[in-house]
């Protein structure tokens, strides 16, 4: 799938939509969600134009990936789950419910989560 550049998330790379940042790095942003369905819930997002994890690991350089990554585990340092812990979460495409067409990690924490890993 073609990568749509006025996506919400790339629209909030270039600084067109605000968002409340967590952390950046070269390679990634961190954001609040709007619609926080956990005490915590961050956005992780690389900077680069990819659609999914797939196209992502097609096209990015290794230090994107790694700084992306790495990115991931400082957001949920600086958010002070890391002690008590956390989920990440990657929807990726149709059968995930994938809403905006930019890859991105979601973290989720600040409570207990439920055992199962997914409802339907
Ligand atoms: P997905 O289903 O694609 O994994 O989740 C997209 C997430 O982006 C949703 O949790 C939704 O609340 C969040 N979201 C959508 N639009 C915006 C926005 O404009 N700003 C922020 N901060 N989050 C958004």
New binding site residues.
């Given amino acids: 799938m073609a990568y749509d550049p006025n996506n919400?998330f790339a629209r909030?790379l270039r600084g067109e939509?605000p968002?409340?940042k967590v952390y950046e790095n070269d390679h990634a942003l961190a954001?609040?969600?709007?619609?926080p369905?956990m005490p915590v819930h961050i956005?992780v997002i690389p900077k680069g134009p990819y659609v999914t994890l797939a196209d992502m690991t097609a096209k990015a350089t290794a230090e994107e990936i790694a700084g992306f990554l790495a990115a991931v585990a400082e957001t949920a340092r600086l958010a002070g789950v890391e002690d008590e812990g956390y989920r990440i979460v990657g929807?990726n495409g149709r059968h995930a419910?994938?809403?905006?067409l930019h890859f991105?990690v979601?973290i989720f924490g600040g409570r207990q989560i439920g055992g199962r890993m997914i409802k339907s």
Avoid: A
């Avoid at 954001?31 to 619609?35: A, G, V, Y």
């Avoid at 419910?97 to 905006?100: F, G």
């Fill in positions: 919400i909030i939509l968002c409340q954001f609040n969600d709007i619609n369905l956005l929807n419910n994938q809403e905006v991105h979601h």
